[in-house]
Every structure is written in structure tokens, then in C-alpha cells.
């Protein structure tokens, strides 16, 4: 009775290690195909539902919002996505929350901009581009500026600066500073910069100058760099905040002086063709501008079609 009773706890331990054997072998075999495929699919499958298949926009209007809503039409894995339009704060506001709680969340970006010097992010690839090329941002004065204003018109008309500089701006006002002592202190660290955009002028007696621009960050950081500039020559500044559509019509009808603001070809397109015809281009102040769709360095996605559709 004894031997049996032995042989029968050595004969269940046995069967308890084997199934114990078989359970370990199957948890690795999954973990060894999701590393593979199985993690990878699922991850990228669960990032639409988390997000409740939603992009995070800016201003409605703008030319990277209008591109994000094309690419829910020309992209079929995009289908059931909507762009969810706030303002460039919003957006960022948003981003900033997800990538503290490492949350998957796709924005529409555009470089030059903080968030890649604050952030670990990168732009999805768009096969199909939707979102086009590089980007210039351009200055457009109201047409009658070079004779009425002619100082103000040649600053504006040599206003040039690098992404890298305007990032240097725009990280600061994001660490505390006012967009007006950022500006200043750019300035005062850049001075051969400014004397090539003051060169050949004369300096004023209060002459005043409006300058208008549409809420973004970059914006507001180019916008407030040229009137310090433009105060330091005697000029009376002026700077309004719009909306994309009003920031160019204001210029084209004559009510503000001119913009350091313009995203083209792709950003601004549709308002740049409705105004052309009654504002100056002055060219380029940057030069390699982006938009797209952004998300963090932790998500495993690098293109648009890696998104899974709505279900």
C-alpha cells in the first residue's frame, strides 16, 4: 500500500512538472511571436481605439489640418479617422499629456517648431504625399508699402533667419519667457544678423507699422523678432493675432502692413491664391518648413499606412 501511495506522488509530481514544462514553453513560444509579429500587430491595432481613431489638429483652416482631412479620404486604413481641430496650444497641451503618460497620440506638426527640441517625436511617412515637400515660410506686405513706407519695407524685404534660430526663440517663450524678451535677447546674442536686415535703412520717428500673424508658436516668434528689430529703428509696431483666412486678408485689403507668417506652397495654398493678386511677395525668410503627421519616438509606427482603420 505504501510503494503505491509512493509511486503515485512520484507519478503526479511528474505530470505537474510536465504541465508545468508545457505551460512555460507555450508562454515563451507567444512572447517569441509577438516579439516578432503578434506584440507589434497588436500594438499597432490597439493605437486607433485608444485614441478613439482621432488626429489632433490646430486651427481649422490652416493648410497641415486641411492636408490631415485629404489624407483620411486618399489613405484607406485611415478610414473612420477624424481631425479633431483646437488651436497650436491645444495641440501641444495634448501632446505634452500623452508623452507624460506614454500614451499614443497622432498631431499634425510642422517644423520649424519647439517640440522636437522638447520632445522625442518623429513624422510618419506619407507614401502618397498628401503633405507635399519642404515648405517655405514667406513675408507678404499690403501692395503701396515700398513707397509709403520705405524703411519698413526693405526690413521686411531682408528678414532672413534659419529654422534653428527661430526654434532658439520659440523654446524660450515655452520655458517662460514673454515673446517680447525672447525676441530681444535673440537679437542682442544675433546682432550681424540684424544689421543685414537693417542695412540701408534709416532709422524713423514713430512711424507706425502693423504687423499681423496667425497664433502659432513659430509665428509668434518670427513676428515679435522683426518689430523689436523695427522698434530699435524708431517704428511704432503694431503686432495682431488672426486667424489664417483674416491674417491674409487684412494684408491684401490694405488694413495691416505685412506678414512674416506665409506657409507655402502647401500650408497656406488656398489662401495665398484667393489674395495674391492684391499683396507683394517679398520671398522667402525660411527656408525648409514641414508639415505632417507627428507622433512620439515610442510609438512603433513610421508611416501613415501603419495605422489601422476605424472597425
Known sequence: MFNWKRFGMVAGLSLTLVAAGCGSSDEEGTDTSGDSNGDEASSEMNYGEEMDYEITGIEAGAGVVSSAEKATEEYENLNGWEVATSSSGAMATALGEAIEN????????????WKFAKYDLKYLEDPKEVFGGEEQIKTMVRKGLKDEKPNAYKILDQFNWEAADMEEVMLEITDGASPEEAAKNWISNNQDKVDAWTEGTEEVDGTE???VLVNWDSEIASTNVVAEVMKEQGFDVTITPLDNGPMWESVAAGE????????LPGTHGDQYEQNKDNLEDLGANLEGAKIGLVVPEYMDVDSIEDLEAAE
Open 102 to 113: 506614454e500614451e499614443p497620440i497622432v498631431v499634425t506638426g510642422w517644423t520649424p517648431h
Open 256 to 263: 495691416a502692413d505685412g506678414m512674416v507668417a506665409a506657409w
Open 209 to 211: 507699422v502693423e504687423l
